[in-house]
């Protein structure tokens, strides 16, 4: 069946560093990658998304491109702030619309 | 954007009550709605796909009978944890299919 796989956490940066969260995904066809960001004691947010191959989501400074090549959707960010402690989690879902795969979750930590 | 409306956000019960979860779908109809557990530090598993006007489909392990779903209308549907236990404290959260890449804002269930 189809998997996410995530590094694992916790990831301690110190603010204004470069982040990098490593996903890879196996799925059968051709699914749609997701980021959610999860903060302390609340629901799941929409980070980002990608639906095809090649295509690269962005928001509030993060990103992710779609790689097919390397069944990868590594989540980045240039300069993190300390609001952006939270736990990110990577997934997937087929194009019929069903239900998402999540990773493990990748608990981020931003230092002042 | 479509939003799914979750209550209550958190609720703590006695061993052996019942507590049900609700999931509206705000300004849009979802013939399906997936329900999903999360463990403290753990990731988010699939329990259940509830379908609009028929019998949900539970995953494997997921008790039926304890995790009673309920989806009368096209916005919305319900989880209810009958005769709930102490390892049934968790964090529940519903998200809507048809394409949807709303979660509800989840409830955090504590049985004492």
């Known amino acids: 069946g189809d998997s996410v796989t995530q590094m694992e956490g916790p990831v301690t940066l110190s603010e204004e560093a470069f982040l990098t969260i490593n996903c890879t995904y196996t799925?059968?066809?051709?699914?749609?990658l997701f980021w959610y960001v999860q903060y302390p004691g609340e629901g799941l947010q929409l980070l980002l998304k990608?639906?095809?191959?090649?295509d690269k989501g962005s928001n509030k400074g993060f990103e992710a491109t779609y790689r097919k090549e390397t069944t990868s959707f590594h989540l980045e960010k240039g300069s993190v702030q300390v609001s952006d402690s939270a736990v990110y989690f990577c997934?997937?879902?087929?194009?019929?619309?069903?239900?998402?795969?999540f990773g493990p979750g990748t608990r981020l930590s931003v230092l002042p | 954007g479509a939003v799914v409306s979750q209550h209550p956000s958190w609720v703590i019960c006695k061993s052996g009550t019942s507590v049900k979860i609700e999931c509206r779908s705000l300004?849009?109809?979802?013939?399906?709605m997936f329900w999903y557990r999360q463990f403290p530090k753990q990731s988010l598993m699939l329990m259940a796909t509830?379908?609009?006007?028929?019998?949900?489909?539970?995953e494997q392990g997921v008790e039926k009978d304890k995790f009673l779903i309920n989806h009368a209308s096209l916005t919305l549907s319900t989880l209810t944890v009958t005769s709930a236990h102490p390892e049934d404290s968790s964090f529940y959260i519903c998200?809507?299919?048809?394409?949807?890449?709303?979660f509800g804002s989840g409830t955090r269930l504590t049985v004492v």
């Open positions: 799925a059968t066809g051709y699914p749609s």
């Open positions: 998200s809507a299919g048809g394409g949807q890449n709303t």
């Open positions: 300004d849009f109809q979802a013939t399906t």
């Open positions: 990608a639906t095809k191959a090649d």
């Open positions: 997934a997937l879902r087929d194009n019929y619309g069903q239900n998402f795969v």
């Open positions: 509830s379908n609009e006007g028929s019998k949900a489909t539970y």
